[in-house]
């Protein structure tokens, strides 16, 4: 079956250091994939996605990168901030799995904190 | 602003009782899910939903039921048969079409006391 394995952290960082939280996934088909972030007490917030190989996703700064022939879509920021400081859930939904039930997958989450 | 609703925000349970989570979307989203989080487990898939009157168990479904009544309506029952249920529960939806992403609910935080 489909699955994500990511960085599980947690991972603590300066103000204004560079970030990478790694995600690679198994899939039977040709999955979109997506990164998600949940800051304390709420939902999940799509950051960015990419639905094919080499599409690069961005958003706030945030950017990974669909790399087919390592099935990984890592996340990195140059310069992170106090206010990025959340969880950070890579997932993806495969076209060919079960057809067109649209089920995301989800890794277990990455902590991120950011001190000043 | 259209968007996903869950209520109550936090819920207490007792035990041997069943309570009911609501999620309400007016983004006129085809798909609905619920998922369960706890701490170091990420999220796991109760059930979902892609057309109304229909449903599907996920991965965790034992001690749960939900109802698709409605496009814009999904609950879920969480039942006395659910030994554990103290967690925090997610509702998405999603429309129709590959590569898109969930919309979220805030969640409700259920706790047995």
């Known amino acids: 079956g489909d699955s994500v394995t990511q960085m599980e952290g947690p991972v603590t960082l300066s103000e204004e250091a560079f970030l990478t939280i790694n995600c690679t996934y198994t899939?039977?088909?040709?999955?979109?994939l997506f990164w998600y972030v949940q800051y304390p007490g709420e939902g999940l917030q799509l950051l960015l996605k990419?639905?094919?190989?080499?599409d690069k996703g961005s958003n706030k700064g945030f950017e990974a990168t669909y790399r087919k022939e390592t099935t990984s879509f890592h996340l990195e920021k140059g310069s992170v901030q106090v206010s990025d400081s959340a969880v950070y859930f890579c997932?993806?939904?495969?076209?060919?799995?079960?057809?067109?039930?649209?089920?995301?997958?989800f890794g277990k989450g990455t902590l991120l904190t950011v001190n000043p | 602003d259209g968007g996903i609703t869950q209520s109550p925000k936090y819920l207490f349970r007792k035990e041997g009782q069943n309570v009911t989570l609501s999620c309400e979307q007016n983004l006129n989203h085809d798909a609905m899910y619920w998922y369960r989080q706890d701490p170091g487990q990420g999220l796991r898939l109760i059930y979902y939903s892609q057309i109304v009157n229909d449903f599907q168990k996920g991965d965790i479904a034992e001690g749960y039921s939900v109802s698709r009544e409605k496009k814009e309506s999904f609950p879920l029952t969480v039942t006395s048969a659910q030994k554990n249920p103290t967690a925090f529960y997610l509702c998405a939806s999603v429309p129709l079409g590959q590569g898109r992403g969930y919309t979220f609910g805030s969640g409700t935080r259920l706790t047995v006391v």
């Open positions: 997932a993806l939904t495969d076209k060919n799995s079960g057809g067109s039930n649209y089920k995301l997958t």
């Open positions: 899939a039977t088909g040709y999955p979109s």
């Open positions: 990419a639905t094919k190989a080499d």
